[in-house]
């Protein structure tokens, strides 16, 4: 009996273990609902858009360089607003295809191709991932924000 009392605990600890490194059903549909509930945090998209670069560029600033084609040097300009608009669309998809799972690799390949030509690395990724997420949860407050269903969908 102690074996089996054993055994479920290490099953219960490694699947607590691995749960942090998938996006599962929960997570997917948590996710889902956070994302839908910004739009009714009242702040909408384009404050969320604006909040989310102004914290890429706080903490990445010379990221800025980057994003010299649509005036990444003012987050204010209208050309950097439609951008900030294109990544949120490009987001929004994404999450959308979270139970889609050949399709949304399909997507993720097809913008990992856009941002490779642009020399965008793998910390970029990592500064706009912290951002989403810095994000959503000031858009919906961090008392509802879930950031471990958060951190392995994105």
């Not at 074996?3 to 219960?12: E, P, T």
């Not at 600033?61 to 439609?82: C, K, M, S, Y």
């Not at 941002?115 to 000031?138: F, L, N, P």
Request: with cysteine; aromatic share 8%; charged share 20%.
């Amino acid at each position: 009996m102690k074996s089996l009392i054993a055994l479920v605990c290490l099953v219960a600890a490694v699947d607590y273990c691995l749960a942090d490194h998938v996006c599962g059903p929960l997570q997917r549909l948590k996710v889902k609902r956070q994302w839908a509930g910004l739009t009714e945090a009242g702040n909408g998209r384009k404050g969320f858009g604006h909040y989310i670069w102004a914290h890429v560029f706080q903490h990445a600033p010379a990221a800025r360089d980057l994003f010299q084609r649509v005036r990444g040097d003012n987050i204010h300009t209208p050309e950097f607003r439609a951008h900030a608009t294109r990544v949120l669309g490009g987001l929004d998809m994404c999450i959308a295809l979270l139970d889609d799972e050949p399709v949304l690799n399909t997507q993720l390949a097809h913008l990992a191709k856009q941002h490779k030509s642009r020399a965008v690395t793998a910390d970029h990724y990592s500064t706009v991932e912290h951002a989403v997420q810095m994000g959503v949860e000031h858009s919906i407050g961090s008392e509802v924000f879930d950031q471990d269903a958060w951190k392995p969908s994105l």
